[in-house]
């Protein structure tokens, strides 16, 4: 008799924490398949800026019901030096030519993280 427990298949919001959270590896392949965007305003700002910045999507953790409705983990804002500051997930094909068909499954998925000034969106 088998005992083990067979654990679900991750969540949506559990994909894009993990992948906010270590969008570029330093060493081997990340853990969910996607690419980190910085717009041209975020690029804009100090090394310093851009590193604090990235710290702050990496570690974001208030969500609500007003900023994420369907408990995707897939968007947040938050002050930076006077700066409204946005980041956002987007889900693609294996392709990256058209949105994935199955954002739950890593396999069918790319995910793009675009960090953002507010006035940028």
Do not use: C
């Not at 996607?34 to 717009?39: D, E, R, S």
Request: glycine content about 6%.
């Amino acid at each position: 008799m088998d005992k083990s427990v067979k654990k679900p298949p991750p969540t949506i919001a559990e994909l894009n924490d993990l992948f906010r959270k270590n969008p570029t590896p330093i060493i081997g392949k990340p853990p969910v398949q996607g690419k980190l965007l910085i717009t041209q305003g975020i690029s804009a700002l100090s090394q310093e800026d851009q590193a604090s910045i990235l710290a702050k999507v990496r570690d974001f953790r208030d969500f609500t019901a007003d900023n994420d409705p369907y408990g995707e983990h897939d968007f947040g804002s938050f002050e930076h030096q006077d700066q409204k500051i946005f980041w956002k997930i987007d889900y693609y094909a294996p392709d990256m030519n058209s949105g994935s068909e199955d954002p739950a499954d890593p396999g069918k998925t790319n995910r793009v993280l675009t960090v953002m000034l507010a006035e940028e969106y």
